[in-house]
């Protein structure tokens, strides 16, 4: 099998995001802000508390992956399921994680995911 120029990249990021997730112990996250919007504006951006939640995942840790962002939990199954169909098709020569990033459904999914996110934020920051 050979992979075209850049396929290895977002698989890579993947993993790498899946091996931190597990290697890193939740006590070893900083108290600090990580997110450069909250810095500038005190507002959570709706990417906030994922970096917590994929830890908090990787170490079993459920209820508090949902409690720190509660789109940790499919974001890290679909960065799981990146890495899988890549070791499947270095052993079989077929993914089904292209065939997915392939389908007419994939990009509108995302940008649906993305606004659920979005509108979740603001209901968020409603909250505070």
């Given amino acids: 099998m050979r992979l075209a120029p850049g396929e ?9 995001t899946l091996t931190i997730s597990v290697a890193v112990p939740f ?8 997110c450069p919007f909250r810095m500038l504006t005190g507002l959570p951006c709706p990417g906030c508390g994922l970096t917590r939640g994929f830890v908090c ?6 209820s508090d992956a949902i409690h720190y ?10 960065t799981a399921f990146q890495v899988i169909g890549f070791l499947i098709e270095l052993v079989s020569g077929w993914n089904p994680a292209r065939l997915v990033r392939q389908s007419r ?8 995911l993305a606004g659920i996110m979005f509108v979740f934020n603001i209901f968020r920051i409603a909250r505070m």
């Fill in 8 to 16: 290895w990249k977002p698989t890579a990021i993947a993993a790498a």
């Fill in 57 to 62: 995942i990787g170490h079993g840790q459920f």
């Fill in 105 to 112: 459904f994939f990009m509108p999914g995302i940008a649906t």
């Fill in 27 to 34: 006590s070893n996250l900083p108290e600090i802000v990580l």
């Fill in 69 to 78: 962002n509660p789109f940790a939990l499919p974001l890290f199954a679909l």
